[in-house]
């Protein structure tokens, strides 16, 4: 069939960030395709030099309002890793445990708010209101819980305040903890109805074999705040080699740079998670994904979404049983840290260098200090899940265009569109982190 | 009567905002209820070609595709707000403003930097005219509410004029200063109820400095606590740096 079809989705919606899909479809053949990253720069690497690495989290958890938790954490653990500072057990419990509502956080919001329009054919949640209340009312109310358990353990969840390098500047009471369980069990049935309502829907058919990378490790957990780097190709290196698997390359049609380990592109996020570590879910996560019809591995990306609600079950487990360890065990107050940026000289600085890789929502996060002796950065890189996306995005859609060239034009858009929603991009993320720096 | 038209956009910013506006939880349901968004490109696939009753603005001016934008915006709306630190003051995007931009690009980018062509960050104000301010990073939710009613109801909105200290001091919390550490409470507007010290960290001052800070009795602070004036500068410059420009 010789046809031509021009998209151009110019802001792509219900994404975080701003981007366009550009497909040129020429006599039956395609002829573009590209994802583009328009949002401005923010220049974060370039403006963390000369500040105290003690402020590196307060100030690189500002680049994304949604995974603002994730961000601090891996800047924490590079800050300290460059410092020399080993958490204690009870800091690495509660920063497990703030890891989770992040994940929580942002999974429900991408599941409700920016994926299940597309699939209940409306264009966002507010018809929804009058179509589906319960559902509306059930994801604002999961929503709201989310953000409640991050307000209780750290101030708030878009730019947490006591999560702190060498540990929190507050510490959570019997009764928040005891609140704080409370919620996660009201959210455990309404994950149970989340489970049941996307069983019923229908996610578009699509398969590419790739290469999914995420954190593996040798323990029993289902690996998020550490790991070594790992791929479903059976590869595995230290965080510290970092560089090896993100190799960033420039493709010719867009000034954003990509990143490619033993393919052409690979893919990081929840479905890469599942995909990796499977056997380390929660046994209710695992019925959970029964019921959703998903197994590892699994290589539908319009599926992330469905792995996205399978490690939703499984971080409302896990974080009860957190809690539960910290309860019996009993809150140490005397952790409580000084923040600010160490004006006290509570920890001994030095030069040095640090990473952080962490599993965020979306994926792979790296963050990558160095500093002087006076604890001032020297310099900076971050590896956004999102960069690391960008191109197995696109080979998605060079796959896919031809398998639905016969559709209509909105018909075509609407299956790109979903596509790209599936990997959750974080656009204000991914923009002003690209070049790696550090040698 | 219709509904007003509400539009959120963003502009260089990490959405954060946007986002607290989507955490009210059910509150949003009563939200929809009164007002119609016709447009929030973070949430809604809905876009609207006529005129805005009400443009919320996220994020800080830092390219003269953004200045195009803004203007336009500026031009279809009766009420524009300035949403968030990042538009208020130029927030955390104003550390560029100390830099070389053409250095900034290249650190960042390379030399792929001439892809990302940028100007000195700049607040909402500093290219259009703004009619309510909501500070804070993030915004705190009881106050865009409060601002949200003046708004629908044709009030002005006052953000207060007094230091985080009084809200602070209200909630009963030990002074940093008396801990030992630099809090930028003194200089900071207030209307967070103190949101950072009460979860045991220190202000940072992202509500941008009072419009008349107690220069002397900070100073006084200072000196009592034998911390150097040039510090603090690089603290008030973590948030306020565009202030500079409202200044020349």
């Known amino acids: 069939?010789?046809?031509?079809?021009?998209?151009?989705?110019?802001?792509?919606?219900?994404?975080?960030?701003?981007?366009?899909?550009?497909?040129?479809?020429?006599?039956?053949?395609?002829?573009?395709?590209?994802?583009?990253?328009?949002?401005?720069?923010?220049?974060?690497?370039?403006?963390?030099?000369?500040?105290?690495?003690?402020?590196?989290?307060?100030?690189?958890?500002?680049?994304?309002?949604?995974?603002?938790?994730?961000?601090?954490?891996?800047?924490?653990?590079?800050?300290?890793?460059?410092?020399?500072i080993k958490p204690t057990e009870q800091t690495t419990l509660l920063r497990k445990l703030l890891l989770h509502y992040e994940e929580l956080d942002s999974h429900i919001l991408h599941i409700y708010l920016l994926v299940a329009p597309d699939l209940l054919g409306v264009p966002s949640f507010v018809p929804l209101v009058k179509s589906h209340l319960n559902v509306v009312k059930r994801a604002l109310k999961m929503k709201r819980l989310c953000n409640e358990l991050c307000d209780i353990l750290v101030g708030r969840h878009v730019h947490p305040i006591s999560a702190v390098i060498g540990g929190f500047s507050k510490l959570p009471s019997t009764q928040d903890l005891e609140q704080m369980h409370g919620k996660l069990v009201e959210l455990e049935k309404d994950m149970e109805d989340t489970v049941e309502l996307f069983a019923s829907l229908r996610f578009p058919e699509f398969e590419r074999d790739t290469e999914y990378v995420g954190l593996i490790n040798d323990e029993k957990e289902y690996p998020l705040l550490y790991g070594?780097?790992?791929?479903?190709?059976?590869?595995?290196?230290?965080?510290?080699?970092?560089?090896?698997?993100?190799?960033?390359?420039?493709?010719?049609?867009?000034?954003?740079?990509?990143?490619?380990?033993?393919?052409?592109?690979?893919?990081?996020?929840?479905?890469?998670?599942?995909?990796?570590?499977?056997?380390?879910?929660?046994?209710?996560?695992?019925?959970?994904?029964t019921a959703l019809n998903i197994k590892p591995k699994c290589i539908n990306p319009y599926l992330n979404t469905v792995a996205q609600i399978v490690e939703s079950v499984h971080c409302i487990e896990d974080a009860k049983s957190i809690i539960e360890n910290i309860w019996q065990k009993g809150i140490n107050y005397d952790e409580i840290v000084i923040p600010d940026i160490n004006q006290k000289g509570a920890f001994p600085l030095r030069a040095g260098e640090g990473v952080g890789a962490v599993e965020v929502p979306r994926g792979l996060l790296i963050h990558h200090y160095e500093c002087d002796e006076r604890g001032i950065i020297t310099g900076a890189n971050c590896v956004i899940p999102t960069n690391q996306n960008t191109h197995n995005i696109e080979l998605d859609m060079v796959d896919l265009i031809p398998k639905i060239m016969d559709k209509s034009e909105e018909e075509i858009t609407l299956a790109l569109?979903?596509?790209?929603?599936?990997?959750?991009?974080?656009?204000?993320?991914?923009?002003?982190?690209?070049d790696l720096r550090i040698d | 009567m219709s509904k007003p038209k509400v539009a959120f956009f963003d502009f260089a910013c990490c959405e954060g905002c946007q986002l607290q506006v989507a955490n009210l939880g059910e509150m949003v349901l009563d939200l929809i209820d009164i007002v119609d968004i016709v447009e929030f490109r973070e949430v809604m696939s809905e876009k609207w070609d006529g005129e805005f009753d009400v443009s919320f603005i996220e994020g800080?001016?830092?390219?003269?595709h953004a200045v195009e934008r803004v203007k336009k915006i500026r031009?279809?709306?009766?009420?524009?707000?300035?949403?968030?630190?990042?538009?208020?003051?130029?927030?955390?995007?104003?550390?560029?403003?100390?830099?070389?931009?053409?250095?900034?690009g290249r650190y960042v980018y390379g030399e792929a930097y001439k892809f990302f062509?940028?100007?000195?960050t700049k607040a909402v104000h500093q290219v259009v005219r703004v009619d309510y301010f909501i500070n804070g990073c993030p915004i705190y939710q009881p106050e865009f509410l409060t601002v949200l009613k003046c708004i629908l109801k044709g009030l002005p909105y006052y953000v207060?004029?007094?230091?985080?200290?009084?809200?602070?001091?209200?909630?009963?919390?030990?002074?940093?200063?008396?801990?030992?550490?630099?809090?930028?409470?003194?200089?900071?507007?207030?209307?967070?109820?103190?949101?950072?010290?009460?979860?045991?960290?220190?202000?940072?001052?992202?509500?941008g400095l009072?419009?008349?800070?107690?220069?002397?009795?900070?100073?006084?602070?200072?000196?009592?606590?034998?911390?150097?004036?040039?510090?603090?500068?690089?603290?008030?410059?973590?948030?306020?740096k565009c202030k500079e420009l409202d200044e020349s």
Not at chain 1, 230 to 250: A, I, L, M
Not at chain 1, 423 to 431: A, E, F, L, M, N
């Open chain 2, 75 to 104: 031009e279809k709306s009766k009420i524009l707000v300035a949403l968030g630190s990042c538009a208020t003051i130029g927030g955390v995007n104003g550390m560029k403003n100390s830099f070389n931009l053409e250095e900034a």
């Open chain 1, 228 to 289: 070594d780097i790992g791929s479903t190709d059976g590869y595995r290196v230290s965080k510290y080699d970092y560089k090896v698997v993100v190799n960033e390359f420039v493709v010719p049609h867009a000034s954003a740079k990509r990143t490619k380990w033993h393919r052409e592109s690979y893919a990081v996020g929840a479905l890469a998670r599942f995909n990796l570590n499977y056997e380390k879910l929660h046994p209710k996560a695992k019925e959970a994904a």
């Open chain 2, 160 to 207: 207060p004029e007094y230091p985080v200290c009084v809200e602070c001091k209200l909630n009963e919390n030990v002074c940093m200063y008396d801990r030992g550490l630099t809090c930028m409470g003194p200089v900071t507007k207030a209307g967070c109820n103190s949101w950072c010290i009460n979860n045991g960290n220190i202000c940072y001052g992202c509500r």
């Open chain 1, 417 to 434: 569109e979903m596509l790209v929603r599936a990997y959750d991009p974080c656009i204000s993320c991914s923009v002003h982190m690209i």
């Open chain 2, 60 to 64: 800080s001016i830092t390219d003269e």
């Open chain 2, 117 to 120: 062509p940028t100007i000195h």
């Open chain 2, 210 to 240: 009072t419009i008349n800070p107690n220069s002397q009795g900070f100073k006084d602070v200072l000196k009592k606590f034998g911390i150097p004036e040039d510090f603090l500068m690089k603290k008030i410059e973590m948030y306020n």
């Open chain 1, 1 to 84: 069939m010789s046809r031509n079809v021009n998209i151009n989705v110019n802001y792509l919606t219900r994404v975080e960030g701003h981007g366009n899909i550009v497909v040129k479809i020429k006599d039956g053949k395609l002829d573009e395709c590209k994802l583009e990253i328009v949002e401005s720069p923010r220049f974060f690497e370039a403006f963390l030099r000369g500040r105290s690495i003690f402020e590196a989290p307060h100030i690189t958890c500002r680049i994304c309002g949604i995974c603002s938790c994730g961000h601090t954490l891996a800047s924490i653990q590079a800050a300290e890793d460059a410092l020399g």
